[in-house]
C-alpha cells in the first residue's frame, strides 16, 4: 500500500531544498561582492552586473516562493513567515545594487543573511542523516560573512579614501582573525579615535561570537553519535553504581557483557519511549514496521487480517535475555506470550533435562495463557536472545476479538502438548 501524496507542514520538500541553497549561494556572493565594491572603488564589469542581475531576480522572487509556500502549509504559517522573514526579504529585493552599487545603500541587500541563517537552521532540525555537517556549514558560512565585512570596514578606516589593493585586504583579514579570536597580536594598531572604537566593537563582538562558536563546535563533536554518548554514560554510571554496591565481580562481567550487547544491537534504548510519544495512528505504522520482521517468521501471521496484525504489533513490547537467563521456570504463573526476533532459546522439564530448542522466528508461552494455569516448563536462553512479548490482558483482548487466532492457538497448544509427550516418552 503506497502512502498517500500529502504536504507536510514542517519539513521541506525537494523543491524548496533546492530553493533554499540557491538563496544562501546568493546571498554568500552579495555579502561579499558589496563590500568589495565598496572599498575597492571598482568600476563596472560586465560579468560581476550579470551576476548581480541574476542574484536581484533571485532576491525578488523568493518572497514570493516563501509566501506561496507557506499559503499551502496552512494560514498559521503564512503569519508566521509575515512577523518573522518577509520584512528582511522585501528590503533585500530592493535592487539599490544595480543602480547604487557604490553606495551605502546597497549594504541594505545584507539583510538577506538572517532569512537564510534561519532557514538553513530550520531545514537541519528536520534532517534525518547528515544535520551535523549542515549545522557545520552554517558556522563556516556566517563566519566567512562576518570576517569579510570586518575587514572590509577595517580596510576603510585605515584606507583614507584611496582604494584598497589585494595586500591590504590580506592585512585586514589578518588583523579581524586576530582580534575577534584574541586581541591582536600589537603588530597592527588602531592610530585613530575612530579606529579604536571600531578595534574595540569587533573585540566586543568578537568575545561573544568566538564564544558562541567555541560551544557549539564542541556540542558538534559531541553529538556527532548521541547513541555512542548515551552508551557511554550508561556504562560510567553502571560502573559507579557496581563499585559503590560492592557488586560481585561475576555479576559485574554479566552486566558490562549485557550493556555492549545492547550496544552492538542498538536494541530496545528508545524504541518505548518513542512509540509512547507518537499518536495513536503513526504508532501504528512505526509498530507494524519496527515489528514486521518479526511477524512475517509467524506462520499463522501470513494468513492474519491485517487489523490483527495491527492489534498484535501495537500491544507488543522488546525485552532482551542474556545467555544462561531464564525467560520463566516451571511452576511460575504465566503473564506473557514470547516471540523470538533474534536468538535461541531451549525448552527445559521440571527436572532441568532440555525437552527442544527454540529459534528466531518462533514463538511460545501462549498455552499455560490460554487455559490459565502455571507454566509446565522452563524457558532458558542459549544466548543473547532479542524477544517481543505480550501480556496476558493483550492476550486475552485479542482471543476475544479475533476468534480465529483462538482457534490458531488451541490447534498450537494441542500440538505442542503431543510433541512434548512424545519426546518425554523417547527419552524414558
Keep these: 500500500m503506497t502512502e498517500p501524496r500529502m504536504y507536510r507542514r514542517n519539513v521541506f520538500q525537494q523543491r524548496e531544498v533546492a530553493w533554499l541553497l540557491l538563496v544562501a ?13 565598496l572599498v575597492y572603488h571598482a568600476a563596472l564589469n560586465v560579468p560581476w552586473f550579470i551576476g548581480e542581475i541574476v542574484v536581484m531576480a533571485v532576491f525578488i522572487i523568493d518572497p514570493i516562493f516563501k509566501f506561496r509556500s507557506a499559503k499551502q502549509r496552512g494560514p498559521e504559517f503564512v503569519r508566521k513567515y509575515v512577523r518573522t522573514w518577509l520584512v528582511f526579504d522585501v528590503i ?39 544535520g551535523n555537517a549542515v ?18 570596514g577595517w580596510l576603510v578606516l585605515r584606507s583614507n579614501g584611496q582604494p584598497a589593493t589585494d ?13 575577534m ?22 573585540m566586543l563582538v568578537g568575545y561573544v561570537l568566538f564564544a558562541y562558536l567555541v560551544g557549539n563546535i564542541a556540542s558538534l563533536f559531541n553529538t556527532v553519535d548521541p547513541l555512542r554518548s548515551e552508551h557511554v554514560r550508561t556504562m560510567d554510571q553502571a560502573t559507579s553504581f557496581m563499585q559503590y554496591h560492592n557488586v560481585p565481580h561475576h555479576l559485574q562481567h554479566r552486566i558490562i557483557d549485557y550493556l555492549g550487547y545492547m550496544w552492538e544491537r542498538k536494541v530496545t534504548y528508545d524504541e518505548t519511549f518513542m512509540l509512547d510519544m507518537l499518536p495513536w495512528g503513526l504508532r501504528s505504522e512505526v509498530s507494524m514496521y519496527l515489528r514486521s520482521e518479526v511477524i512475517e517468521r509467524v506462520p499463522f501471521f501470513r494468513e492474519a487480517s491485517e487489523s490483527f496484525i495491527r492489534e498484535v504489533a501495537d500491544s507488543l513490547r522488546p525485552i ?15 503473564r506473557f506470550m514470547y516471540f523470538i526476533s533474534h536468538g535461541s532459546v531451549e525448552v527445559l522439564s521440571s527436572d532441568g533435562s532440555q525437552i527442544g530448542t527454540l529459534q ?18 522452563s524457558i532458558r536462553a542459549i544466548e543473547y536472545s532479542d524477544l517481543y512479548v505480550l501480556d496476558a490482558a493483550a ?15 488451541e490447534q498450537v497448544s494441542t500440538d505442542r502438548s503431543l510433541m512434548v509427550s512424545e519426546l518425554r516418552r523417547m527419552v524414558q
Design 360 to 377: 528466531t522466528g518462533d514463538f511460545f508461552g501462549e498455552m499455560a495463557l490460554l487455559e490459565k494455569r502455571r507454566r509446565s516448563a
Design 25 to 37: 549561494v546568493c546571498a554568500l556572493f552579495i555579502a561579499y561582492r558589496i563590500p568589495t565594491v
Design 167 to 179: 595586500y591590504n585586504y590580506l592585512e585586514s583579514i589578518y588583523w579581524t582573525v586576530t582580534t
Design 395 to 409: 492476550f486475552d483482548h485479542i482471543l476475544t476479538n479475533f476468534p480465529e487466532f483462538r482457534d490458531v492457538m
Design 135 to 152: 549545522r557545520f556549514v552554517q558556522f563556516a558560512y556566517i563566519l566567512a560573512i562576518v570576517i569579510h565585512l570586518v575587514a572590509c
Design 320 to 334: 532482551v535475555v542474556t545467555p544462561g537467563e531464564f525467560v520463566f521456570r516451571y511452576g511460575d504463573r504465566a
Design 92 to 130: 533585500a529585493a530592493i535592487p539599490v545594487i544595480l543602480f547604487a552599487a557604490g553606495s551605502p545603500l546597497a549594504l541594505l541587500a545584507l539583510s538577506k543573511i538572517i532569512p537564510v541563517f534561519g532557514n538553513l537552521s530550520q531545514w537541519r532540525l528536520q534532517l534525518r542523516r547528515g
Design 181 to 202: 579570536c584574541t586581541v591582536g597580536y600589537g603588530d597592527i594598531t588602531p592610530q585613530t579615535e575612530l579606529q579604536m572604537m571600531y578595534a574595540t566593537a569587533v
